[in-house]
């Protein structure tokens, strides 16, 4: 097989970037390890700046999104039981957030890859890619139990935190920045109306959020011990829990129900650096991971297709290669914005194990800022919708 660009991973990275080749009549092919029911059933990110509602839009992919979704104006931070901060996300920045699931997301693609005809290749194994400092790259993989090749101009390496692009990079020329968090989120899923607004809440107990997917599917998290297993959760166990770390009004308003996902994650910060080693390009999660506090994965990952896709539109269009050169600088610049954010969010709505009084005094002095500020508070809010790509 012979291509222009060969895209390893079809998770949003992945399936978004496929799209906007194929809007612009770039030849592609796109392998994928896993099954594509495995994909459109894995329950990950739900919260889309509204720059990432932009570019979906332009790809030509929103139509489900603006029916189904849910345009959110504001969130509330909650603490210490009783404090609720509504931050005005709209009022302060112009700008609001879409609640839209990645699995949704991820469906609307794969039926727009199906329309277009693309070649879009699943179980796909033992995916490698081959000289990606030269004119001729090349990526190998099995499928069908059939050893196959494809030559390429440049590898997109679209394939998650665990896939085999970044690893393509010499260590030599690669530098990685890390942080571990010591906690989990224990994340569930239930068949229940949320709450109107998103709620962050930080309580002496741990960090809870209520979020939402849709009008009757709803997202929970609790901070727990990552050494926890979801064995240790019965459904009622989480449900007392997260009361007990909200404010009792908005406690009372959750409607409860049987869990139909329930999963613990862990907490990262990671970026590698550069996100461009010859043809191969690095795009959302194989280069970088923020804790979900911010919810900037997935749109960290909308943003670096962007930035990718703009520039191999250039380079077929007119063989202008500036966008290409420039896109490791251009698009970690917006990853170490989102990096610093999710930390900043993290740190403030956790409670750390072995904290002192001291870091202790220090959270609650600055959620009191964030309630006194609306400076703070607008400094949050534009964050929080997404700062500009460049
Ligand atoms: C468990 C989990 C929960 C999350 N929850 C949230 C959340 O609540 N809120 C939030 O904002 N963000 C969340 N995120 C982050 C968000 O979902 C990611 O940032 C987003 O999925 C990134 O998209 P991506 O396409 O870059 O990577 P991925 O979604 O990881 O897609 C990469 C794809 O590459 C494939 N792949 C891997 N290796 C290979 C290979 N060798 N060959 C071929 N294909 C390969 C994978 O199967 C996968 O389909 C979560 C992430 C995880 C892992």
Excluded at 149 to 160: E, K, L, P
Excluded at 166 to 174: G, K, M, N, V
């Amino acid at each position: 097989m012979r291509t222009s660009v060969a895209i390893i991973g079809a998770g949003p990275a992945g399936a978004l970037l496929s799209q906007i080749l194929h809007n612009a009549e770039i030849d592609h092919v796109v392998l994928e390890r896993q099954t594509r029911d495995y994909v459109l059933t894995r329950i990950r990110a739900g919260v889309l700046e509204w720059s990432s509602v932009e570019v979906i839009r332009a790809a030509g992919v929103g139509d489900r999104m603006d029916a189904d979704g849910d345009a959110h104006d504001l969130i509330n931070l909650a603490w210490g039981g009783k404090h609720v901060l509504p931050v005005q996300l709209k009022a302060l920045t112009g700008r609001q957030m879409m609640a839209y699931g990645q699995t949704e997301l991820q469906q609307d693609l794969y039926e727009a890859a199906d329309r277009n005809g693309t070649a879009l290749i699943f179980s796909a194994e033992n995916v490698a890619v081959h000289d990606v400092t030269s004119d001729s790259p090349y990526v190998t993989f099995r499928h069908n139990g059939v050893d196959e090749r494809i030559d390429c101009d440049y590898i997109a390496g679209c394939d998650g935190f665990h896939g085999v692009s970044r690893a393509a990079i010499p260590e030599s020329e690669r530098t990685e920045f890390e942080r571990i968090y010591p906690f989990g989120w224990l994340g569930i899923l239930s068949e229940t109306p949320p709450l109107p607004h998103l709620v962050y809440t930080n309580h002496e107990r741990g960090f809870g959020l209520c979020s939402t997917r849709n009008p009757m599917l709803s997202r929970y998290y609790v901070q727990c011990p990552i050494e926890d297993s979801i064995d240790d959760w019965s459904d009622d166990r989480f449900w007392s829990e997260l009361a007990a770390r909200l404010p009792t009004h908005i406690a009372n308003d959750i409607v409860t129900g049987p869990s139909i996902e329930k999963s613990i994650a862990p907490l990262r910060s990671f970026v590698a650096e550069p996100m461009r080693h010859g043809n191969l390009l690095l795009a959302g999660d194989s280069a970088h991971i923020v804790p979900p506090t911010g919810a900037k994965g997935l749109n960290l990952a909308v943003s670096d297709v962007h930035l990718l896709s703009q520039a191999l539109i250039a380079r077929y269009a007119n063989g202008d290669t500036a966008g290409l050169d420039q896109y490791s600088s251009d698009a970690l610049h917006r990853v170490w914005a989102s990096v610093r954010f999710s930390w900043w969010m993290t740190t403030l709505l956790h409670r750390f194990p072995g904290a002192t009084d001291f870091e202790q005094r220090m959270q609650e002095r600055e959620l009191e800022y964030l309630a006194s500020s609306a400076a703070a508070q607008t400094s949050l809010a534009e964050q929080y919708v997404g700062v500009p790509f460049v």
